[in-house]
């Protein structure tokens, strides 16, 4: 079966340039819920080891009481850690946040092509995920070879090894896979391609027209009597 995913369209279109030294020790994890599935144990710990790097927490983290209470000392008193909560990627803020940050930290147990990566990519995060987020980091990101505390924190200490011309290598490279893999075009190409494939049909040759060819039915919504 075809894979069909796309983030939603992105306000960051322009590729921002980095001050490297500043912001290489300063990482993002993003999620919008479950966060022990997407790995926010394993990087809240491993953080918590590595008082020299920086970690801003975006997501629904409070709201998951249970988790929050157990990661409250992580999550709220570690002086390298900053839980901002829910941030809507189209937003000013989400800029300001990841115009900060080098990269982004992703150990998610499985996903399919994981938004919160694709999403970090397009604002020029490098990913260092695990396989499970279903994205090829293989030159734009790092891999963590396993999810575990210690394999995030080796990640972490690989990613600090590398020099700041091949961070922002590796920033632009993100950036640039994410419109090349992800962008409108590719999902409605993968879309077309996924319909063919169920309904074991040929292309119709409409889908080749331009906008301003196609024929859109008009549709009429009446109210119930």
Known sequence: MTRVSQIRPHAIDDFI???????????????????????L???????S????????????VPEERKFAAVYHEELFDCSNIDAVGWVDTLSDEFRRITSSAI??????????????????MMSGLIPVTTVGTDI??????????NDSVEGV?????????????????LSRAAWEASRERYGKAQFLASM?????????????????KSADELKIPKISILKRP
């Open 153 to 169: 924190g080796r990640a972490l200490d690989r990613f600090q090894e590398r020099t700041s011309v091949e961070l922002a290598e």
């Open 49 to 60: 080891q590595r008082p020299n790097l920086n970690l801003i927490v975006v997501g629904n």
């Open 17 to 39: 340039v980095r001050d490297i030294d500043r912001c290489r020790n300063t990482f993002v994890w993003i999620g919008g819920s479950s966060s022990v599935h997407k790995g």
């Open 41 to 47: 144990d394993l990087v809240l710990e491993a953080f």
């Open 136 to 145: 090829d980091v293989d030159g734009i990101g790092l891999p963590i070879m």
């Open 103 to 120: 990269a982004l930290v992703a150990p998610s147990a499985t996903e399919l092509s994981c938004g919160s990566v694709i999403a970090g």
């Open 192 to 208: 077309q391609a996924a319909l063919c494939e169920v309904l074991d049909v040929e292309r119709p040759p409409e889908w080749d």
